[in-house]
């Protein structure tokens, strides 16, 4: 079975300025429009990540409901309730595509490690870029050369957040 669902792989993340995605094991900021958007489009997708994104979540949201939530472990005696294990990225991209809906993608939802890896094979970009300076300890991964901007939301300029925050959400494909 080919690794790439009908409806291909996708990376979704939300990125402060200089590309930090996370600090500490969390995201540092409070942007609740940012999780409608990430629960709207990855909901009815198997979503891929990595065990330190798994215990990221708040126990209430694990496993991320309408989803089939693949972490990625090597530690075979962790309990990881509601969710499937996969033992590398190939694997877990390989179940994520025979759970997938005819045409329905494969979300891979982080964090650095696993963006970092399966940018190779993605086909499409979800990016929520984020008018905020903070420190961090994770970044996304470098773009590479081959995506282009499909979309930007809003087309011009930002969107301002219940919060106050700015932030626009940018799809590239490849
Ligand atoms: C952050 C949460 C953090 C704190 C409280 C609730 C984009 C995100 C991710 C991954 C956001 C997080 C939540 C509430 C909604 C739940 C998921 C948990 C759901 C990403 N753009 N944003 N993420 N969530 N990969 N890309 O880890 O989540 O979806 O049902």
């Known amino acids: 079975m080919s690794a790439q669902g009908a409806g291909g792989i996708g990376l979704i993340w939300a990125q402060a300025r200089g590309g930090v995605i996370g600090a500490g094991g969390t995201m540092p900021w409070h942007l609740p429009e940012d999780l409608k958007h990430f629960s709207r489009t990855t909901t009815g997708s198997p979503v891929v990540m990595g065990r330190r994104t798994w215990d990221s979540f708040p126990a209430r949201y694990r496993p991320l409901p309408g989803r089939t ?6 530690d075979d005696a962790l309990e990881l309730p509601g969710a499937v294990r996969a033992r590398s990225l190939p694997e877990a991209l ?13 979300w891979v939802i982080g964090g650095g490690t696993i963006y970092a890896d399966a940018i190779e094979v993605a086909e499409r970009l979800v990016v929520t870029e984020i008018d905020l300076d903070v420190d961090g300890d994770t970044t996304a991964p470098e773009i590479p050369e081959d995506f282009a901007l499909r979309s930007a939301e809003p087309a011009e300029g930002w969107h301002v957040s219940a919060s106050g925050l700015r932030y626009r959400i940018l799809t590239y494909t490849r």
């Open 94 to 106: 390989e179940l994520a595509a025979s759970e997938a809906a005819p045409g329905a993608p494969t």
């Open 69 to 74: 939530n693949i972490v990625i472990t090597r």
